[in-house]
């Protein structure tokens, strides 16, 4: 006997690719907090002292890679955890925003955390995760 694989619906993908957009903008973040990309929209700067920004970006961008991977095998602690992790993400690039970086440079991750936070809470993408059937 085979062992069934679970469904992902297109919803549950669609998040998947969007935790995979974030991770990347948070790779563009660490990247050029460690000055090996050059500044594309803006100054990049974390309260004068970068290294802790890049320390604390590229977690971010471990962080959504696996939850990209969570998503990907549908569980729902994947579903809980994209949310947590979007804000802080927000609360990062805010926090980068107060550290002398600039909000045009800080644009790429607000709006790619926005629409991960707004897509995960949408219903369809909730109802997706099959919150009754999974409760013990």
Request: net charge positive; glycine share 6%.
């Amino acid at each position: 006997m085979s062992a069934a694989k679970p469904h992902r619906p297109i919803g549950i993908t669609i998040l998947a690719l969007l935790a995979l957009l974030a991770a990347l903008a948070a790779l563009l973040q660490t990247l050029q907090m460690l000055h090996i990309l050059p500044f594309f929209l803006g100054p990049v700067r974390f309260f004068t002292f970068d290294l802790i920004g890049a320390i604390v970006w590229g977690v971010m961008t471990a962080l959504y890679a696996w939850l990209f991977r969570m998503l990907w095998i549908v569980n729902l602690r994947g579903w809980l955890f994209v949310i947590v992790l979007a804000v802080l993400n927000l609360v990062m690039a805010g926090l980068s925003i107060l550290g002398a970086s600039t909000l045009v440079a800080m644009l790429p991750s607000v709006i790619v955390n926005v629409v991960v936070l707004v897509y995960a809470l949408s219903p369809g993408v909730k109802d997706a995760f099959d919150w009754e059937g999974r409760r013990s």
